[in-house]
Nanobody
Framework: QVRLVESGGGLVQAGGSLRLSCAASGLGFGVYTVGWFRQAPGKERELTAKINWNTGSTYSSDSVEGRFTISRDNAKRTVYLQMNSLKPEDTAVYYC????????????????WGRGTQVTVSS
C-alpha cells in the first residue's frame, strides 16, 4: 500500500523559511516523479516543484524558482521542499504526490497523494 505523509508546515512571517518533508512508503522500485503541489482557497491545485526519483532531475515553477528547492534522500525515501523567502501568496495547503508513468505538471495524472500540510505566511 502506497503512503505519502507530509510534515513541516506551519505559520511563518514573510521572508522566513520552512522545510517540508514527504515520507514515502510502499512505492517499490522505480518511482518516478514526486511532486509538491499547493492549493490556496478558491484556486486550482498547482505544481511547485517535482523530482525524478531515479535521476534526481528537478523542475520548479516560475512562481517559486530561486526560492524553493526540491530534493530527495533515497535511503530515507523522503522528498523535501526547502522554501525560502516566503511570501504571503505562498500560503496554501501543500501536498506531496507521486506518479509512476508521468513526469508532467497535471495533478490529475499523479496517482498517489498525501493529506497535505498547511503553510501560512503572514505579512
Amino acid at each position: 500500500q502506497v503512503r505519502l505523509v507530509e510534515s513541516g508546515g506551519g505559520l511563518v512571517q514573510a521572508g522566513g523559511s520552512l522545510r517540508l518533508s514527504c515520507a514515502a512508503s510502499g512505492l517499490g522500485f522505480g518511482v518516478y516523479t514526486v511532486g509538491w503541489f499547493r492549493q490556496a482557497p478558491g484556486k486550482e491545485r498547482e505544481l511547485t516543484a517535482k523530482i525524478n526519483w531515479n535521476t534526481g532531475s528537478t523542475y520548479s515553477s516560475d512562481s517559486v524558482e530561486g526560492r524553493f528547492t526540491i530534493s530527495r534522500d533515497n535511503a530515507k525515501r523522503t522528498v523535501y521542499l526547502q522554501m525560502n523567502s516566503l511570501k504571503p501568496e505562498d500560503t496554501a495547503v501543500y501536498y506531496c504526490a507521486a506518479a509512476r508513468s508521468f513526469s508532467g505538471r497535471d495533478p490529475a495524472r499523479y496517482e498517489y497523494w498525501g493529506r497535505g500540510t498547511q503553510v501560512t505566511v503572514s505579512s
